[in-house]
T-cell receptor, first 115, second 114 residues
Framework: DAKTTQPPSMDCAEGRAANLPCNHS???????VYWYRQIHSQGPQYIIH???NNETNEMASLIITEDRKSSTLILPHATLRDTAVYYC????????????????FGAGTQVVVTP | KAGVTQTPRYLIKTRGQQVTLSCSPI?????VSWYQQTPGQGLQFLFE???????NKGNFPGRFSGRQFSNSRSEMNVSTLELGDSALYLC?????????????FGPGTRLTVT
């Protein structure tokens, strides 16, 4: 599975949009981009995932570049409760083994939302 | 519906002992994955079980093993505990199907080895 690169940390003011970048330049055609977040000492929480089209749900938007080598997670109106480590992961389904690849979590981006 | 549950939530063991952790997935989920999280190494994949078969495995020594039962509940066992096994152990469940594999994580079991 492809590796991802994220900035180690970023700050965001409450009420503003938070844009979290992720590079995945070696992503292959069948690999999805997933975003999870982990609030201190809790289990990671699924946010959103996509293949090549932009996606939006009640939590966030995911923008994937046309060449799929990078993506951006957008939290439209950050709140203090959005302070967490955000992980970008790429993973694909392997037909030969009929299984999904492993979730490989990197170091993630520590997002701190300030009042 | 109920989320992923893990028992126990906290555990203290001494070096050389063994430990068994339990994970109950969300109803209908057939895939259970286990992860180890430490401050130094971050979140690392241990293994995944689907329909009672190990489908994927991470790079951990043979002291770490697991199994899955017919009701999809899973257990993870660590034998001959070492101080470095102190960690938060997380399990995640998913449908495991080709169309959709969003993983839902449990709260974790905090293992301390003394």
């Amino acid at each position: 599975d492809a590796k991802t690169t994220q900035p180690p940390s970023m700050d965001c003011a409450e009420g503003r949009a938070a844009n979290l970048p992720c590079n995945h330049s070696t992503i292959s055609g069948n690999e999805y981009v997933y975003w999870y977040r982990q609030i201190h000492s809790q289990g990671p929480q699924y946010i959103i995932h996509g293949l090549k089209n932009n996606e939006t749900n009640e939590m966030a938007s995911l923008i994937i570049t046309e060449d799929r080598k990078s993506s951006t997670l957008i939290l439209p109106h950050a709140t203090l409760r959005d302070t967490a480590v955000y992980y970008c992961i790429v993973r694909g389904f392997t037909m030969t083994t009929d299984s999904w690849g492993k979730f490989q979590f990197g170091a993630g981006t520590q997002v701190v939302v300030t009042p | 519906k109920a989320g992923v549950t893990q028992t126990p939530r906290y555990l203290i063991k001494t070096r050389g002992q063994q430990v068994t952790l339990s994970c109950s997935p969300i109803s209908g989920h057939r895939s259970v994955s286990w992860y180890q999280q430490t401050p130094g190494q971050g979140l690392q994949f241990l293994f995944e079980y689907f329909s009672e078969t190990q489908r994927n495995k991470g790079n951990f020594p043979g002291r770490f093993s697991g199994r899955q039962f017919s009701n999809s509940r899973s257990e993870m066992n660590v034998s001959t505990l070492e101080l470095g096994d102190s960690a938060l152990y997380l399990c995640a469940s998913s449908l495991g199907t080709v169309n959709f594999d969003e993983q839902y994580f449990g709260p974790g079991t905090r293992l301390t080895v003394t």
